[in-house]
Structures are given as C-alpha cells and as structure tokens.
C-alpha cells in the first residue's frame, strides 16, 4: 500500500488525506485541512481485511458464495469513503482554523461513520 498524501474537496472546502497499513487488520485514515500542515485534523483507525490474504477463510465462510458489495470490512477505502468520513467529522465537529491536537476516533460500523 502507497503512502501517497492525496487531496479531496469536500462541500467546497479542501483536504488532504493518506491511508497507512497499521498491522493485518487495521488501516490508519489521517486527513488534514488544506494548508494546515502541522499535524493532521482527524486520524480514523478503520478494520480492513485484504480479501486476497483471506480469501480462503471468506470462501469456506461463505460455503463458497460471497457478495464483497455488501461486507464493508472487505471494501477499500475509496474517495467515496473519504468525502462520507469527512463530512461525518464537519458535522460533529466543524471545520477547525488551526489545528491543536488531532482527534483520534474509531470506524462504527453499525452506522458506518467514525465515532465522533
């Protein structure tokens, strides 16, 4: 997995974000707001498992029949995804004008948003 820095805009407002592999089954989303440069606004960890690593497991789990659409712990993190956590966050917490502590929050996936 790249470690490339990546930017979206989002309600007319400018992010940057990047994904990082934690270990086998975590994933860390770290977003800053464009221009904020110090230390990121929202770091995400999120549960992600590579369906090729475990592909064996989700095939004798599934009795050899598997929707990958509907298991979100099997999907990526898409642009889609960003743009939804991001707004997630605004909402709960408004956009900052600098940045003193990163939140840190988990991924629910009950209601697929962070936990504001």
């Known amino acids: 997995m790249k470690k490339k820095i990546r930017s979206i805009v989002v309600k007319g407002s400018k992010f940057n974000w990047r994904v990082s592999p934690l270990d086998e089954s975590f994933v860390s989303l770290r977003v800053w707001v464009d221009g904020i440069k110090q230390m990121p606004w929202f770091t995400v960890r999120y549960t992600y498992r590579d369906p090729w690593l475990n592909f064996a497991e989700i095939v004798e789990r599934s009795g050899g029949f598997h929707e990958f659409k509907d298991d979100s712990i099997l999907q990526g993190v898409t642009p889609g995804k960003i743009a939804t956590i991001i ?6 917490a408004g956009l900052p004008e600098e940045v003193k502590k990163t939140i840190l929050l988990e991924w629910d996936y009950e209601n697929q948003c962070p936990k504001i």
């Open 87 to 92: 707004s997630h966050v605004v909402k709960a």
